[in-house]
Nanobody, 123 residues
Framework: QVQLVESGGGLVQAGGSLRLSCVATARTFSSQSMGWFRQAPGEEREFVSAISRSGRSTYYADSVKGRFTISRDNAKNTVYLQMNSVKPEDTAVYYC????????????????WGQGTQVTVSS
């Protein structure tokens, strides 16, 4: 069983930066690809970014490309999401998730989810 715990959310002004972290309590961390999703009130949970097992490949939704950066440290069982130039529309609960699948952008591909961390961007 994989447990994922996110942290780093909070209130930030538009144009600012925030870094989210997600720690996995599993020795299988390095064998799983990791993703970040977000869900705004009244909206579906949507794909934000993903990173391959080795960290060599990364993927982004068009809405965050060029502003967000995903990375991972397999020695620390941790995946990060660096959020720069944030916008009010980035306001959402952010979830990290783990998958053995190569279908990174599909929510249904992910087997394990964290509890989420709230990010609020003020204008």
């Amino acid at each position: 069983q994989v447990q994922l715990v996110e942290s780093g959310g909070g209130l930030v002004q538009a144009g600012g930066s925030l870094r989210l972290s997600c720690v996995a309590t599993a020795r299988t961390f390095s064998s799983q690809s990791m993703g970040w999703f977000r869900q705004a009130p009244g909206e579906e949970r949507e794909f934000v970014s993903a990173i391959s097992r080795s960290g060599r490949s990364t993927y982004y939704a068009d809405s965050v490309k060029g502003r967000f950066t995903i990375s991972r440290d397999n020695a620390k069982n941790t995946v990060y999401l660096q959020m720069n130039s944030v916008k009010p529309e980035d306001t959402a609960v952010y979830y990290c998730a783990a998958t053995y699948s190569n279908n990174y952008s599909y929510r249904s591909s992910y087997n394990y989810w964290g509890q989420g961390t709230q990010v609020t961007v003020s204008s």
